[in-house]
Each structure stands twice: as structure tokens, then as C-alpha cells.
Nanobody, 122 residues
Framework: QVQLVESGGGLVQAGGPLRLSCVVS????????MGWFRQPPGQEREFVAH????????YYAASVMGRFAISGDNAKNTVYLQMNNLKPEDTAVYYC???????????????WGQGTQVTVSS
């Protein structure tokens, strides 16, 4: 059974950094495409970034390009989302998820974490 557990959310001032972690258990995360998604209040879940560790490839939503970085640590079986220069519009519940293919559509992701709240104050 694959399980994903996120951590690292919190309250941060605009312009500040935050790093989210997603610990994967049950299978090596490198066997999946690992994605980060977010759901702002009252809005639909949206794609943020994904990584295909086995291919060494990453992909980002335009809204976070240049500010966020996704990475992974094989030894810890953990995926990270480093978020810099945070903006109030980044406020959302952030989820990590695992998919078998290279997708940005959340409906294609099989496994999900419980989410972690990120709040950016202005």
C-alpha cells in the first residue's frame, strides 16, 4: 500500500520561503511521477509541479515557474517543494500525489497525501 504524508506547511509573510516535504512509503517514489497540487479556498485543485525522478525531468505551472523547485531524495524516499518569494495568492492546501504517467491533470493521479496548509500573509 502506497502512502504519502506531507509536512512543512504554515504561515509565512509574503516574500518568504517555505519547504514542503512528502514522505512516500510502500514503493520507491522514483517509480512514479510525483506531483504537487494546491487547492486555494473555494477553488478547484490545480497543478503546481511534478518530477519524474527516473528521467530526471521536472515541469512547473507558469504561476510558480522560477519561484518553486521540486526535488527528490531517493535515500529518504521523499519529495520536496521549495517555495521562494511566496505571494498571498499562493495560499492553499498543498497536496502531493503519485501517478503512473506524466500528467498535470489531478484526475490521473492515483495516490494522494492528506494535504498541508500554506498561508501567505501580505
Amino acid at each position: 500500500q502506497v502512502q504519502l504524508v506531507e509536512s512543512g506547511g504554515g504561515l509565512v509573510q509574503a516574500g518568504g520561503p517555505l519547504r514542503l516535504s512528502c514522505v512516500v512509503s510502500g514503493r520507491p517514489f522514483s517509480s512514479f511521477t510525483m506531483g504537487w497540487f494546491r487547492q486555494p479556498p473555494g477553488q478547484e485543485r490545480e497543478f503546481v509541479a511534478h518530477i519524474r525522478r527516473s528521467l530526471g525531468t521536472t515541469y512547473y505551472a507558469a504561476s510558480v515557474m522560477g519561484r518553486f523547485a521540486i526535488s527528490g531524495d531517493n535515500a529518504k524516499n521523499t519529495v520536496y517543494l521549495q517555495m521562494n518569494n511566496l505571494k498571498p495568492e499562493d495560499t492553499a492546501v498543498y497536496y502531493c500525489a503519485a501517478a503512473g504517467g506524466y500528467y498535470t491533470d489531478p484526475r490521473e493521479y492515483i495516490y494522494w497525501g492528506q494535504g498541508t496548509q500554506v498561508t501567505v500573509s501580505s
